[in-house]
C-alpha cells in the first residue's frame, strides 16, 4: 500500500495537480482578497490573481514537478509563453460568465480554472519544461 502511495506521488501530474493546487489557493485567496476589499474589480483582481498564482506555479513546476535542468531563461520564456495563453483564455472565460452572464467571480474562475489547468498541463509537459 505504501508503495502505490509513493508511485502515484512521484508520477508527474500528481506533482502537477499537487503544485496547480497551491498555484490555484494563491490565485484564488489574491482574487478574493482584492475584490472584498474592493481594491480592483473582479476582472482585473481575477488577471492579478492568475498572474500571482503563475508565479508560484513556475517555480515549484520547474523544481518540484518536472525536476528541470533546463536554464530558467529558455523555461521560463516558455512557461508564461504558455501562461499568456493561458491568461487570455481564462480572462475571456470570466469575463463572459461574470460580465456578461452576471455569474459570481468565484464561480465564474472556477469554470475558467478548469479549462485552463488542462491547456497548461499538456503545453508545460510538451514544450516547457
Known amino acids: ?37 474592493q481594491w480592483l474589480s473582479e476582472l482585473l483582481a481575477s488577471i492579478f490573481g492568475y498572474f500571482a498564482g503563475g508565479v508560484v506555479g513556475y517555480f515549484l513546476n520547474y523544481y518540484f514537478t518536472f525536476a528541470s535542468d533546463k536554464g530558467h531563461g529558455r ?16 480572462t475571456l472565460i470570466f469575463y463572459i460568465l461574470n460580465a456578461a452572464l452576471n455569474v459570481h467571480y468565484v464561480i465564474s474562475q472556477s469554470v475558467a480554472t478548469i479549462v485552463v489547468v488542462i491547456w497548461n498541463y ?3 509537459k510538451k514544450w516547457t519544461f
Open 1 to 37: 500500500m505504501v508503495d502505490a502511495v509513493i508511485r502515484v506521488c512521484s508520477q508527474p501530474l500528481f506533482r502537477f495537480l499537487m503544485v496547480g493546487g497551491i498555484a490555484t489557493l494563491v490565485q484564488y485567496v489574491t482574487l478574493i482578497f482584492l475584490v472584498e476589499n
Open 75 to 90: 523555461a521560463a520564456f516558455r512557461f508564461f509563453s504558455i501562461a499568456t495563453f493561458g491568461l487570455l483564455t481564462n
Open 122 to 124: 499538456q503545453a508545460n
